[in-house]
């Protein structure tokens, strides 16, 4: 496979520095940058450990969806969390230090990075290794599971689909034994003749092989089964899906009947549900925010309707609380309905997304532009980065009409 390096749509905002008003603003939320204690670049400010590239991935998807120009300095830390065989752990605390067998790697952290890293644009050769990993790690049964070496499961196998299609890699193709990622999948996916959990996916068979119904499992296999990404844009609109049984269902009617089950779940309160060690059941706002997703984007904005609803009216002290990670789910929810992130229920999900790390590049000068970010970005124009001043003399695009510039930079391989 040839890796296209794009130009991102969030080249917007370099219509800024040439006079142009439609470059998104930064965030003027009174709220600090991350703090110094954070590794410089990352986004949020808790410990990384074990959701650094993770959280990142989605922050600079959630900006790149968003018509924000990431900061190099934030594209620059999550590249340099990879390997030197194309897998990127949750987190390495010294990425100038070599990979080793004890840096626990793993499929989900590396598929969300090409996604993240393919939209912004400028790094085909990271994106590049990354798949190559990916590949080389595949499961016998076509999926893959969290680590290298465990057994497959929908979550794993459906955010791996989503690199894949993200990067116009047929996942149809990419096959072990015969079998690609679709076919595991499939595996995972109740039938409708179930009386608990009718049409829904599982995370993988229980102990006793039964597949037990799962609504984050559920809402990552329909994205998967439809071939879509973190990313997805509503679908055609199709009505309310309904659960219908076959001997062997495409992955069309297994999505169609994983979202069934979703709808189900979601009906009269408007939010998924999750219970903690036995403790009365809560609201779960990140699970909502992947159904609503999925919801859209296998039968339209109007079939997520009433979530989208409920999360307008009660997510945004929760992605307050919980960083950036629930801000760009929440994105991802309004991009999947059409709905405006700076206008979700009265809270502008850019601007706090923006001010949980580095400013973006090409926006005004604002509350959360520090003077280290600032002079990383000069530093940026020195070292040729892709997203420096000559970038952003040399690149304008005009919004209403869709024409632009593509960019086809190809960075430095990094050091391990």
Known sequence: MNVRRRGSAAALAAIAVIGAATAPAVAADPSPSAPASAPSGLYGSTDPQYDGVWRQSLALLAQDTAGVVPSSKAVKWLTDQQCANGAF??????????????????????????QALWAVGGHGDV??????WLKSV?????????SPG?????????????ALTATETDP????????????????FALPCAKDKGAGAFAFQPDKDGKLPPNADATA?????????????????????????????????????????????ALAGDGHLKSALGGSADQPDYGNTADAVVALAARGGADMAAEPLAWLKKNAAKWAEESG??????????????????????????????????PAPQGAAASDTATTSDQAAGEEDEKDGSP??????????????????FLLSNRNKKRQP
Not at 89 to 114: G, I, L, Q
Not at 138 to 146: L, M, V
Not at 387 to 404: P, T
């Open 89 to 114: 752990a949750p987190f390495r605390a010294d990425p100038a230090a070599a990979c080793d067998a004890k840096t626990m790697v793993d499929s989900n952290s590396t598929a969300a990075a090409v």
């Open 127 to 132: 994106v590049e290794d990354a798949l190559g």
């Open 138 to 146: 595949q499961n016998g049964d076509g999926g893959w599971g969290y």
């Open 150 to 162: 465990t057994p497959s499961d929908a979550n794993s196998t459906s955010v791996v689909i989503g």
């Open 172 to 187: 149809g193709e990419v096959r072990k034994d015969g079998k690609s990622p679709y076919d595991a999948l499939l595996t």
């Open 220 to 264: 990552a296999g329909v994205l998967g089964a439809l071939g879509k990404g973190l990313v997805a844009g509503a679908g055609e609109k199709t009505g309310a899906a309904s659960c219908a049984d076959a001997a062997k269902p495409t992955r069309e009617q297994a999505a169609a009947n994983g979202s069934a089950y979703l709808a189900a």
């Open 324 to 357: 950036p990670a629930a801000y760009a789910q929440l994105i991802f929810a309004a991009h999947a309905t059409g709905t405006d992130p700076r206008d979700f229920g009265g809270t502008d999900l850019v601007e706090r997304l923006n001010a949980t790390g």
């Open 387 to 404: 997203f420096g001043v000559w970038w952003f003399v040399g690149v304008c695009l005009v919004f209403g009409i869709g024409v632009g």
